[in-house]
């Protein structure tokens, strides 16, 4: 039997190479060796307003966008959170047996905090005041997802490690409180190489909800697009590359080179060993605009039939379905709920 994965991504913010190389591609040769499950968790979008049409739309982008890279339908599992009420249910009944105090813990929630504590300093709407409670639940629903599949393995960087962990925490007090129910996950963090750092401040991970228009690459960006942002990446004051003496952002151009072309170091050495930046730079943007082209055209394809992708969102529905229901009902039982 095929141990299970599970992997979940927001429909906010811009999908990029990051999301790509670190993670979306990997779920590709994932999906022959283990039971797949990835998911479009459009509940842990909400945690901050969303406008409904802009994030129905998102929800549909990234679902078409997991296909374009590869995942089958037919294989993997590919859900819409909300989609499977079963999410929902079991993080209220994990939010009873959480400690506050573990929540309050969470790096996340604490840095979020601190953001909007300056938005408010900063004489702009009091959102500290308004912030909704889902903001500090959302690691018991991240854990409800994870649990809800009883996944062995959960594929996450290194800004999510602190959240599984406090997954790994909830189902061990669970299973202290009312006996083995759940499986205790591990964690597969991305290859070393797979971390892509923003184009504009390399020492910092690529993200989807930095604002600078050239911090990231989106899969969707359009050819010229692409381009110009790869050729306005930091580098440094030298005039060339010294593989003895890289800058952060001369790392990261040749990392997303490498992780793209997957030529070997040796290979990726002799051909930049030297090379002046204006150079270096037109070869990588080449790489990247080329490697999206096939992969952008089948995105268009899947897109353009709506028909096809609730049909995969549909065919995953129904074959995590009995899965979910199943540990609802053991969950129910073991804490004493009322089943029918």
Same mark, same amino acid.
């Given at each position: 039997?095929?141990?299970?994965?599970?992997?979940?991504?927001?429909?906010?913010?811009?999908?990029?190479?990051?999301?790509?190389?670190?993670?979306?591609?990997?779920?590709?040769?994932?999906?022959?060796?283990?039971?797949?499950?990835?998911?479009?968790?459009?509940?842990?979008?909400?945690? +901050?307003? $969303?406008? @409904?049409?802009?994030?129905? &739309?998102? /929800? #549909?982008?990234?679902? !078409?966008?997991?296909?374009?890279? %590869?995942?089958?339908?037919?294989?993997?599992?590919?859900?819409?959170?909300?989609?499977?009420?079963?999410?929902?249910?079991?993080?209220?009944?994990?939010?009873?047996?959480?400690?506050?105090?573990?929540?309050?813990?969470?790096?996340?929630?604490?840095?979020?905090?601190?953001?909007?504590?300056?938005?408010?300093?900063?004489?702009?709407?009091?959102?500290?005041?308004?912030?909704?409670?889902? +903001?500090? $639940?959302? @690691?018991?629903?991240?854990? &409800?997802? /994870? #649990?809800?599949?009883? !996944?062995?393995?959960?594929?996450? %960087?290194?800004?999510?490690?602190?959240?599984?962990?406090?997954?790994?925490?909830?189902?061990?007090?669970?299973?202290?409180?009312?006996?083995?129910?759940?499986?205790?996950?591990?964690?597969?963090?991305?290859?070393?190489?797979?971390?892509?750092?923003?184009?504009?401040?390399?020492?910092?991970?690529?993200?989807?909800?930095?604002?600078?228009?050239?911090?990231?690459?989106?899969?969707?960006?359009?050819?010229?697009?692409?381009?110009?942002?790869?050729?306005?990446?930091?580098?440094?004051?030298?005039?060339?590359?010294?593989?003895?003496?890289?800058?952060?952002?001369?790392?990261?151009?040749?990392?997303?080179?490498?992780?793209?072309?997957?030529?070997?170091?040796?290979?990726?050495?002799?051909?930049?060993?030297?090379?002046?930046?204006?150079?270096?730079?037109?070869?990588?943007?080449?790489?990247?605009?080329?490697?999206?082209?096939?992969?952008?055209?089948?995105?268009?394809?899947?897109?353009?039939?709506?028909?096809?992708?609730?049909?995969?969102?549909?065919?995953?529905?129904?074959?995590?379905?009995?899965?979910?229901?199943?540990?609802?009902?053991?969950?129910?039982?073991?804490?004493?709920?009322?089943?029918?």
């Amino acid at each position: 039997m095929k141990a299970r994965v599970f992997s979940g991504v927001q429909p906010s913010g811009d999908l990029h190479i990051g999301n790509y190389l670190g993670a979306i591609r990997n779920f590709v040769r994932l999906q022959h060796d283990f039971e797949c499950i990835f998911c479009v968790v459009d509940l842990h979008a909400i945690t +901050l307003y $969303q406008k @409904p049409e802009e994030l129905r &739309a998102k /929800i #549909l982008e990234i679902a !078409a966008l997991f296909l374009a890279a %590869g995942i089958d339908p037919k294989t993997s599992s590919l859900i819409v959170q909300s989609a499977v009420p079963a999410h929902a249910e079991l993080a209220w009944m994990l939010t009873c047996v959480t400690p506050i105090g573990w929540l309050h813990r969470m790096t996340q929630f604490k840095h979020r905090l601190e953001q909007l504590k300056v938005k408010a300093e900063g004489g702009k709407e009091d959102q500290l005041t308004s912030v909704g409670d889902g +903001l500090l $639940q959302y @690691p018991v629903l991240m854990a &409800a997802d /994870i #649990l809800l599949y009883n !996944a062995a393995i959960v594929p996450v %960087g290194e800004d999510q490690a602190q959240h599984l962990e406090l997954t790994r925490d909830i189902a061990e007090r669970f299973n202290s409180l009312y006996g083995e129910t759940f499986v205790v996950p591990a964690t597969r963090l991305p290859s070393v190489g797979a971390r892509v750092m923003g184009l504009d401040d390399p020492t910092k991970k690529m993200s989807k909800s930095a604002a600078g228009a050239n911090h990231a690459i989106a899969l969707l960006d359009p050819p010229e697009v692409a381009r110009k942002k790869v050729m306005r990446a930091v580098t440094d004051a030298q005039p060339a590359i010294d593989f003895d003496n890289l800058a952060d952002g001369v790392a990261n151009l040749l990392g997303i080179f490498q992780a793209f072309s997957e030529w070997t170091d040796e290979q990726v050495r002799a051909q930049f060993a030297g090379k002046r930046y204006g150079d270096f730079k037109k070869e990588v943007a080449e790489m990247v605009v080329s490697s999206l082209e096939p992969f952008q055209k089948r995105y268009r394809e899947i897109a353009g039939d709506p028909e096809y992708v609730a049909g995969a969102l549909k065919m995953g529905a129904e074959r995590v379905m009995p899965i979910a229901e199943s540990t609802i009902r053991t969950v129910k039982e073991r804490m004493g709920l009322f089943t029918a």
